[in-house]
Structure formats: structure tokens, C-alpha cells
T-cell receptor, first 113, second 115 residues
Framework: KAGVTQTPRYLIKTRGQQVTLSCSPI?????VSWYQQTPGQGLQFLFE???????NKGNFPGRFSGRQFSNSRSEMNVSTLELGDSALYLC????????????FGSGTRLTVV | AQSVTQPDIHITVSEGASLELRCNYS??????LFWYVQSPGQGLQLLLK??????LVQGIKGFEAEFKRSQSSFNLRKPSVHWSDAAEYFC?????????????FGRGTSLIVHP
């Protein structure tokens, strides 16, 4: 059974650019959540999608957005990148949500220069 | 608001020794509690979870955790640590939001294992 796949693994972007990260959940999982992980702030919840609808959103500015497709694959977009957006972005999938436990991908390491 | 505190940033143990990682939570109702492990360069892997019932929960890789409501704690234990257990450990508490349950993670405890 394939795990959660995140692409790309590494990205280097320039301040002001935008970036799109991709996440393919485990087959059959309908819930996809995104987290930002930094040494200073730890793991912070970005948003959760369930059956193509955003079900929950964390306290991040509107520059952070996402979507989910009918096959449950999800994308996360960050516009007008800032140096502080440098982080490991983790995607997690679940059958229905947290109560079933998340399966995390290996993450995308974004560096903004 | 829910919160999680992992008081120990780093823990060092010798291989074969017992391990206990501390986790204290704050949540207004019955919490949903989790422990995850993260190896370098990897995502998080679920070790175990507690929703209700028996307060001693068994997980993967020989780990267990005990829920103590009176102490608002959910400490992770392992009787004998292996070198491969060296990793970052995260405790999380889940609370309902908008019909879903969103976890709040602690800052993590880094486990160092000496041979």
C-alpha cells in the first residue's frame, strides 16, 4: 500500500515568488491536512480538506491556500513568499479525519532566499 | 483552547535502559491523545492513540502510554530502548472544530540513545 507522497522533496524559491506543493494521499483516504514545521514554531496546522471542501483552517495569512481534487490529491499554494515561509511542509492523510490517525508524508522542504 | 506541553526538549538514555517521555495537555473535555515519532528527514509516524477506555494504551515498536486524567498527562514509555529509537517524539491532543478534529502538537522531545 503506497504511503502519502509529497512532491517535490526540496524547493528553493526567491522572496516574492509563489510556490505550489503537491500531496497524494493514501488510496481511499478522503481527509488531507497540511502542516508547517519550523524549529521556532514547531508543527502548526494550516488547513484540512475533506471531499474537496476545506473543513478547517489554521491561523495563517491568506497567502496560504489549498485545494483538493476529486481523487483526493491536494495542492498547497503560497503566494508572495517571505523569508519566514522557509519550513518543512507536511501533508497528512486520513480516512475521515484525526480520529482515525494521520499518515504523514515525508514533507517538502521549502527554502526562501 | 487546547495545548500540549512536552517539558523535556532533549532526553538522553543508554541503549537498553527504560524510557519515559512526558506530555501534559490542556483541554476542556475528554481529550483525544496521540504520540508520533519523526526520524530525521521523514514525516511523522503514529505510535499510539487514546480516545477512551483502558487508560494504558499499547502502540507500535514496543511503546505504551498511560492517560492520567487527574494529572492531565499522557506519558510515553518503553521498557528497553534500542538505538533505532533515536528520533523526535511529538505528543498531540485533538479537539473538535467544525465537525472535524484538529490536533495541537507539542514542541517535541528529541531522544538521544547512547550505545
Amino acid at each position: 500500500k503506497a504511503g502519502v507522497t509529497q512532491t517535490p522533496r526540496y524547493l528553493i524559491k526567491t522572496r516574492g515568488q509563489q510556490v505550489t506543493l503537491s500531496c497524494s494521499p493514501i488510496s481511499g483516504h478522503r481527509s488531507v491536512s497540511w502542516y508547517q514545521q519550523t524549529p521556532g514554531q514547531g508543527l502548526q496546522f494550516l488547513f484540512e480538506y475533506f471531499s474537496e471542501t476545506q473543513r478547517n483552517k489554521g491561523n495563517f495569512p491568506g497567502r496560504f491556500s489549498g485545494r483538493q481534487f476529486s481523487n483526493s490529491r491536494s495542492e498547497m499554494n503560497v503566494s508572495t513568499l517571505e523569508l519566514g515561509d522557509s519550513a518543512l511542509y507536511l501533508c497528512a492523510s486520513s480516512l475521515e479525519g484525526l480520529l482515525y490517525g494521520y499518515t504523514f508524508g515525508s514533507g517538502t522542504r521549502l527554502t526562501v532566499v | 483552547a487546547q495545548s500540549v506541553t512536552q517539558p523535556d526538549i532533549h532526553i538522553t538514555v543508554s541503549e537498553g535502559a527504560s524510557l519515559e517521555l512526558r506530555c501534559n495537555y490542556s483541554y476542556g473535555a475528554t481529550p483525544y491523545l496521540f504520540w508520533y515519532v519523526q526520524s530525521p528527514g521523514q514525516g511523522l509516524q503514529l505510535l499510539l492513540k487514546y480516545f477512551s477506555g483502558d487508560t494504558l494504551v499499547q502502540g507500535i515498536k514496543g511503546f505504551e502510554a498511560e492517560f492520567k486524567r487527574s494529572q492531565s498527562s499522557f506519558n510515553l514509555r518503553k521498557p528497553s530502548v534500542h538505538w533505532s529509537d533515536a528520533a523526535e517524539y511529538f505528543c498531540a491532543v485533538g479537539g473538535e472544530s467544525g465537525g472535524s478534529y484538529i490536533p495541537t502538537f507539542g514542541r517535541g522531545t528529541s531522544l538521544i540513545v547512547h550505545p
